[in-house]
């Protein structure tokens, strides 16, 4: 059963939400079917300007998204989104060997290398979850 979150944007209490973002099909899928195991509702884009648009017109607890994409690339998308929201969750893959890890900690952003352990993903997803989680409860509290 997917997991209930209050939004204090929407109001009523909505299952956990993914946006996906990857431009290659079976990565996708695969990204989709994970998060889907995992109970949450998944929604998909295969580039950065479709993510955007999703992300504006939805609520999402958390953002998987590659890092290399033609167009908007992960990281111009991740720092719209975490303008947009600073408390959603970002995970950022990518097979590139860029040392990536300490530009993306400057954003609150997680990174995994591909091809990706899913029991890595599984765990990056749920404790970023659950950070943007408290987060949002402390931001209500105040």
Known sequence: MPEERVDERRGPSLPTRVLIVENEASARDTLRQVAELEGHTADVAAHGGEALARFQAGVY??????FLMPGITGLELARIIRRLDPVVAIIMVSGST?????????YGIQFLHKPLDLAQLREALARGISRARAARRKDVGK
């Open 98 to 106: 860029l040392p990536l890890e300490q530009v993306l900690e400057e």
């Open 61 to 66: 607890d958390a953002v998987i998204t590659d």
